[in-house]
């Protein structure tokens, strides 16, 4: 009979990748450490396959088209971030699951070419980190509602579980996303640790129906939505107590590494939590999905996140590019903004000016991020450029 014989969840964040200024590198040196931790913890269990469950930043599906879930199969998993490029074979048991789940209710997408975003090369590169196990991604809309509930996503992690022991595969699963933290909105600076420890508490005592009785609007009010694939993890492993690896406190994101299967602890580390949360219930605050009205703003963010001439466009004749995309004017002087690298800009606890004017608060987060990198790579050639025409 096939098993699960180990579950983890771990942080994604970008700035893993990137070690920028504005961070605390111990903080992102302790998750890359917890992270490598989990990932020898899963190879000595010496797992088949990983199922690797992972949200989207508005990198590998847009508003083109927006699945609830989806699994990529085919032969490899493409992945990419940070000029970085991931390859790994995908397990035949893919296929599988594929049909199986959507002849057991659940209306999966797939895909056998998408290239994954950061939610995934973070696994692929410091828990996965080389070894030979095939995956099995399954993403997991977390960021343009409609999104699927937390019961909703238990119960297809309970359908996995079900089907995998009707193998003989030993099964790892990591789910990627979480903790608190708000991309491009003007609370950004302002994560909600109070909550995550509270979500901690419970996940270490096993009391995940704490945690799936949240509707999504309280996941979008704390910062949360990216934890949905955790709660995948949760139908899968039932109430199984975690073990919590690390929980670093960014500026702007809660960082945590948890793992299930093993608990090698098995005695909870936080005080005993509150039985609920008091939530606003304000309705979705952060991350709605854009109006139809918008849709050429984020359209250009989208593309400039994916074509270096186009950004390079921006800085170059910013009203052609306006003009290619037939931006109102408001929008054609908001674009200006993404030419300002000063951090201040998103720690000023006020909506960003392109969020303003219709931006996907995520989305605008994204390409401003590709936009300023692309920005300090023209410097760095006219500096270079410069040097070389004072030598001669």
């Not at 992972?54 to 847009?62: K, N, V």
């Not at 088209?65 to 085919?74: D, H, L, Q, R």
């Not at 996503?153 to 099964?171: D, N, P, R, W, Y």
């Given at each position: 009979?096939?098993?699960?014989?180990?579950?983890?969840?771990?942080?994604?964040?970008?700035?893993?990748?990137?070690?920028?200024?504005?961070?605390?590198?111990?903080?992102?040196?302790?998750?890359?450490?917890?992270?490598?931790?989990?990932?020898?913890?899963?190879?000595?269990?010496?797992?088949?396959?990983?199922?690797?469950?992972?949200?989207?930043?508005l990198?590998?599906?847009?508003?083109?088209?927006?699945?609830?879930?989806?699994?990529?199969?085919?032969?490899h998993?493409?992945?990419?971030?940070?000029?970085k490029?991931y390859?790994?074979?995908?397990?035949?048991?893919?296929?599988?699951?594929?049909?199986?789940?959507?002849?057991?209710?659940?209306?999966?997408?797939?895909?056998?070419?998408?290239?994954?975003?950061?939610?995934?090369?973070?696994?692929?590169?410091w828990?996965?980190?080389?070894?030979?196990?095939?995956?099995?991604?399954?993403?997991?809309?977390?960021?343009?509602?409609?999104?699927?509930?937390?019961?909703?996503?238990?119960?297809?992690?309970?359908?996995i579980?079900?089907?995998?022991?009707?193998?003989?595969?030993?099964?790892?699963?990591v789910?990627?996303?979480?903790?608190?933290?708000?991309?491009?909105?003007?609370?950004?600076?302002?994560?909600?640790?109070?909550?995550?420890?509270?979500?901690?508490?419970?996940?270490?005592?096993?009391?995940?129906?704490?945690?799936?009785?949240?509707?999504?609007?309280?996941?979008?009010e704390?910062?949360?939505?990216?934890?949905?694939?955790?709660?995948?993890?949760?139908?899968?492993?039932?109430?199984?107590?975690?073990?919590?690896?690390?929980?670093?406190?960014?500026?702007h994101?809660?960082?945590?590494?948890?793992?299930?299967?093993?608990?090698?602890?098995?005695?909870?580390?936080?005080?005993?939590?509150?039985?609920?949360?008091?939530f606003e219930?304000?309705?979705?605050?952060f991350?709605?999905?854009?109006?139809?009205?918008?849709?050429?703003?984020?359209?250009?963010l989208?593309?400039?996140?994916?074509?270096s001439?186009?950004?390079?466009?921006?800085?170059?004749?910013?009203?052609?590019?306006?003009e290619?995309?037939?931006?109102?004017?408001?929008?054609?002087?908001?674009?200006?903004?993404?030419?300002?690298?000063?951090?201040?800009?998103?720690?000023?606890?006020?909506?960003?000016?392109?969020?303003?004017?219709?931006?996907?608060?995520?989305?605008?987060?994204?390409?401003?991020?590709?936009?300023?990198?692309?920005?300090?790579?023209?410097?760095?050639?006219?500096a270079a450029?410069?040097?070389?025409?004072?030598?001669?």
């Amino acid at each position: 009979m096939g098993q699960i014989v180990f579950a983890a969840a771990t942080v994604h964040a970008p700035q893993l990748f990137t070690y920028p200024p504005s961070e605390d590198p111990k903080q992102l040196d302790a998750d890359i450490a917890a992270m490598r931790e989990i990932g020898k913890m899963m190879e000595d269990t010496k797992p088949d396959l990983v199922i690797v469950i992972g949200s989207d930043h508005l990198e590998t599906f847009f508003l083109s088209a927006v699945p609830t879930f989806a699994i990529v199969g085919g032969t490899h998993s493409k992945a990419a971030f940070a000029r970085k490029t991931y390859s790994l074979p995908i397990h035949p048991f893919a296929e599988e699951l594929l049909d199986k789940l959507v002849m057991n209710g659940f209306d999966m997408t797939y895909s056998q070419d998408a290239e994954l975003g950061h939610a995934f090369a973070a696994v692929y590169e410091w828990v996965i980190e080389g070894r030979p196990i095939p995956v099995v991604p399954i993403f997991v809309n977390t960021y343009l509602p409609p999104l699927p509930t937390a019961r909703r996503c238990a119960q297809l992690g309970a359908m996995i579980k079900e089907l995998v022991e009707k193998t003989s595969l030993k099964v790892a699963v990591v789910a990627s996303g979480g903790m608190s933290h708000y991309p491009g909105a003007w609370k950004y600076p302002q994560p909600d640790f109070d909550f995550d420890w509270w979500a901690i508490a419970h996940m270490e005592r096993g009391n995940h129906e704490a945690l799936l009785a949240l509707n999504n609007q309280q996941l979008d009010e704390v910062g949360n939505t990216e934890m949905l694939p955790w709660m995948m993890l949760f139908g899968a492993i039932g109430n199984r107590p975690g073990e919590l690896i690390t929980y670093q406190p960014t500026w702007h994101h809660g960082h945590a590494v948890m793992s299930f299967i093993p608990n090698r602890k098995n005695v909870p580390t936080t005080p005993e939590p509150a039985p609920s949360w008091k939530f606003e219930d304000k309705g979705f605050e952060f991350y709605r999905h854009p109006d139809p009205a918008d849709y050429a703003l984020n359209k250009v963010l989208y593309d400039l996140r994916f074509s270096s001439e186009l950004r390079r466009k921006l800085f170059t004749d910013i009203k052609g590019l306006a003009e290619q995309y037939h931006l109102n004017e408001k929008q054609a002087a908001v674009l200006e903004t993404m030419k300002d690298e000063s951090i201040d800009a998103v720690r000023s606890l006020k909506p960003h000016p392109l969020v303003d004017a219709g931006a996907h608060p995520l989305g605008m987060w994204m390409s401003l991020i590709t936009v300023q990198a692309e920005q300090r790579r023209m410097k760095a050639e006219q500096a270079a450029l410069n040097a070389g025409a004072e030598t001669k």
